[in-house]
């Protein structure tokens, strides 16, 4: 049975639960602005432009959480990675953290993409759409998020199930479940662009055992 321990420490900053809070805040934060994108702007670039008038303040909403989002995911990222101590291996490190920054990058450059197509389209809308930077907009969007981002994150999570498996820092079933997520999110994106909300949602199920076993323990040294 994997150690607990690390889960506890002695500084605030330090304590496991800085991740968990910030795991939640990102899964929330992301999770809602992906849903919000996926209602309202379409897989196929030729399934029409009216989201760009009738969703634009959907998805503006969706796009000013992402900065925040990407707050939150940094922060978790530190502080998982401060609770390897010692037992830290440099090359999975090496790899968890990239693949990490890789995501964030990704995600932004997605944001951004959105975020001009709406500013160009409410300056020029004609142009846009007659110009083929609308269709242009819209395919690199796509490609972003659903070849490039969400593979990403499916290296971020191996690399983390395989450190948790090597430091016994993470209950195994969990590095289990990583793994099988992860190759969803590596071979089967292209089933449903509805399969990026899985990287959240393992956030999420990650952060809320890390808090469930930090308040276990609290409870238990008290």
Not at 19 to 36: Q, V
Not at 51 to 75: N, Q, R, S, Y
Not at 124 to 131: A, K, L, M, N, V
Request: proline share 5%; charged share 10%; glycine share 10%.
């Amino acid at each position: 049975m994997p150690d607990e321990r690390p889960f506890v420490r002695d500084s605030p900053l330090r304590t496991p639960r800085a991740a968990a809070i910030a795991g939640i805040l990102f899964a929330l934060l992301l999770g809602t602005a992906i849903s919000l994108v996926r209602h309202t702007i379409p897989a196929d670039p030729s399934s029409g432009t009216d989201w760009l008038a009738d969703g634009a303040a959907t998805v503006k909403v969706a796009l000013g959480l992402v900065p925040f989002a990407g707050i939150a995911f940094l922060w978790f990222m530190g502080v998982v990675r401060d609770r390897f101590g010692p037992l830290e291996d440099r090359f999975y490190s090496t790899v968890f953290l990239g693949s990490g920054l890789l995501f964030l990058a990704m995600l932004f450059v997605w944001a951004g993409t959105a975020g001009g197509l709406l500013a160009s389209y409410s300056s020029q809308p004609d142009q846009t759409i007659e110009s083929g930077i609308y269709a242009f907009g819209h395919q690199v969007m796509y490609g972003i998020s659903s070849i490039y981002l969400i593979r990403m994150a499916g290296v971020f999570m191996i690399s983390l199930g395989t450190i948790w498996i090597r430091t016994g820092t993470m209950h195994r079933w969990l590095a289990i479940l990583t793994y099988g997520l992860a190759l969803l999110l590596l071979f089967s994106v292209s089933l449903s662009p509805w399969v990026t909300l899985v990287f959240p949602l393992w956030v999420l199920i990650i952060s809320v055992h890390i808090l469930f076993v930090s308040l276990r323990s609290t409870g238990d040294s008290a």
